[in-house]
């Protein structure tokens, strides 16, 4: 299957300071990548969606001055979390579509491994 | 209101027991799609199944069996002779075309599914 990596998969900050977070689709070109938080023993929650070229769009409640999200190219996008906080450790996964392997309108997804954000 | 709801928040089976994981989902749409990932302690998430809205056939896949039942909005899933590295946390998934062309994954909550040798 398609794959998407994510890279760190784990990162310890200091409260204050920024991370940045990518994800790749590896062997297919990404329009479309969407950004998910995990916090332990608890869903996925959608955090925005990365499209290439234009600004991501954020789900209502997300910070987008926080959360920073680029899409600068069709294989990468990036997640900065500004000004980490205690309260911002969390699990972060992207999931990218392939349009030409999945078709239109399936709605199946290609997930990152994932990364762990720990600040103290 | 919850769109996908996964009732069960944690199961323990002994080993070669069947269980089967319940998921129930809410839509407005005709056409939509379910899924079922798996995400294991490594935290990665592994598709299981797609299940278009249209498509209500069960399907099977060695120890896996789906049961979609749109009459109950239900889409639950079976392992059957369950083993200890299916002990996981399973999710289900709704994506619906209102969502547009973002194809965005509604989750449940997960069931914690944890198989005793």
């Known amino acids: 299957g398609a794959v998407v990596s994510q890279h760190p998969s784990w990162v310890i900050c200091k409260s204050g300071t920024s991370v940045k977070i990518e994800c790749r689709s590896l062997?297919?070109?990404?329009?479309?990548m969407f950004w998910y938080r995990q916090f332990p023993k608890q869903s996925l929650m959608l955090m925005a969606t990365?499209?290439?070229?234009?600004?991501?769009?954020?789900e209502q409640g997300v910070e987008k001055d926080k959360f920073l999200i680029n899409h600068a190219s069709l294989t990468l996008s990036t997640l900065t979390v500004t000004s980490a906080h205690p309260e911002d450790s969390s699990f972060y996964i992207c999931?990218?579509?392939?349009?030409?392997?999945?078709?239109?309108?399936?709605?199946?997804?290609?997930f990152g491994e994932g990364s762990r954000l720990t600040v103290l | 209101a919850q769109k996908v709801t996964q009732a069960q928040t944690e199961i323990s089976v002994v080993e070669k027991e069947d269980v089967t994981l319940d998921c129930v989902y809410e839509?407005?749409?005709?056409?939509?799609?379910l899924f079922w990932y798996k995400q294991p302690p490594s935290g990665e998430l592994v598709f299981l199944i797609r299940?278009?809205?249209?498509?209500?056939q069960n399907e099977i896949s060695g120890r896996y069996s789906w049961n979609f039942q749109k009459s109950t909005s239900s889409f639950n899933f079976t392992i059957t002779a369950s083993q200890v590295v299916d002990s996981a946390v399973y999710f289900c998934?709704?994506?619906?075309?209102?969502?547009?062309?973002?194809?965005?994954?509604?989750f449940g909550k997960g069931t914690l599914l944890t198989v005793n040798p």
């Open positions: 999931s990218a579509r392939d349009p030409l392997r999945t078709g239109a309108n399936t709605g199946e997804l290609f």
């Open positions: 062997d297919f070109q990404a329009t479309t």
């Open positions: 990365s499209n290439e070229g234009s600004k991501a769009t954020y």
């Open positions: 839509t407005r749409d005709t056409t939509y799609y």
């Open positions: 299940r278009n809205s249209f498509d209500e």
């Open positions: 998934a709704l994506s619906e075309e209102s969502g547009g062309s973002n194809y965005k994954l509604t």
